[in-house]
């Protein structure tokens, strides 16, 4: 077991003896524990895998592609928690963050057009296209889906 998933366990250990002892929540209780995944969207060449820490009150996430920060901005005391991974965004619902998991990415489309780049007027007197060109034009596309979470390990 690495260092990061050592400290993964001893913090959701923690966490769980810590939320016996204290008061009774007012909301659910997420599953509290460390959980991993690995989705492999077609629309992009990479892999998006990880794990995260759940705990009583917060989401902690080690993922590939990284390195994930916290997003402030996107995060709300009744939303989502949300993490940026590199280029992939990663959000936890607050009350069941391993029910309710997503990931939301962009790929590159290219599109081809035949376009017409020269004309010429035909005997009847009407403007024909005499030379067509091939063009492409980038466009980026939303990538979005679930994240399956399997457990990995689990407070008693």
């Given at each position: 077991?690495?260092?990061?998933?050592?400290?993964?366990?001893?913090?959701?250990?923690?966490?769980?003896a810590?939320?016996?002892?204290?008061?009774?929540?007012?909301?659910?209780?997420?599953?509290?524990?460390?959980?991993?995944?690995?989705?492999?969207?077609?629309?992009?060449?990479?892999?998006?895998?990880?794990?995260?820490?759940?705990?009583?009150?917060?989401?902690?996430?080690?993922?590939?592609?990284?390195?994930?920060?916290?997003?402030?901005?996107?995060?709300?005391?009744?939303?989502p928690?949300?993490?940026?991974?590199?280029d992939?965004?990663?959000?936890?619902?607050?009350?069941?963050?391993?029910?309710?998991?997503?990931?939301?990415?962009?790929?590159?489309?290219?599109?081809?057009?035949?376009?017409?780049?020269?004309?010429?007027?035909?005997?009847?007197?009407?403007q024909?296209?005499?030379?067509?060109?091939?063009?492409?034009?980038?466009?980026?596309?939303?990538?979005?889906?679930?994240?399956?979470?399997?457990?990995?390990?689990?407070?008693?």
């Amino acid at each position: 077991m690495n260092r990061v998933n050592a400290t993964l366990l001893v913090v959701a250990a923690t966490a769980a003896a810590c939320a016996k002892s204290g008061a009774p929540a007012t909301v659910p209780t997420p599953r509290v524990g460390v959980f991993r995944f690995t989705e492999r969207p077609a629309q992009i060449s990479q892999t998006i895998e990880g794990r995260i820490l759940v705990t009583n009150d917060s989401v902690v996430v080690d993922a590939t592609p990284g390195p994930c920060r916290y997003d402030n901005q996107a995060s709300h005391a009744t939303g989502p928690i949300v993490y940026q991974c590199a280029d992939v965004t990663l959000s936890f619902d607050r009350f069941d963050p391993v029910g309710h998991a997503m990931y939301r990415t962009s790929t590159t489309v290219t599109e081809r057009h035949t376009v017409c780049v020269r004309y010429t007027t035909d005997a009847s007197g009407h403007q024909v296209c005499a030379q067509t060109e091939t063009q492409t034009n980038d466009r980026q596309v939303p990538v979005t889906g679930t994240l399956h979470m399997e457990t990995v390990a689990r407070p008693d």
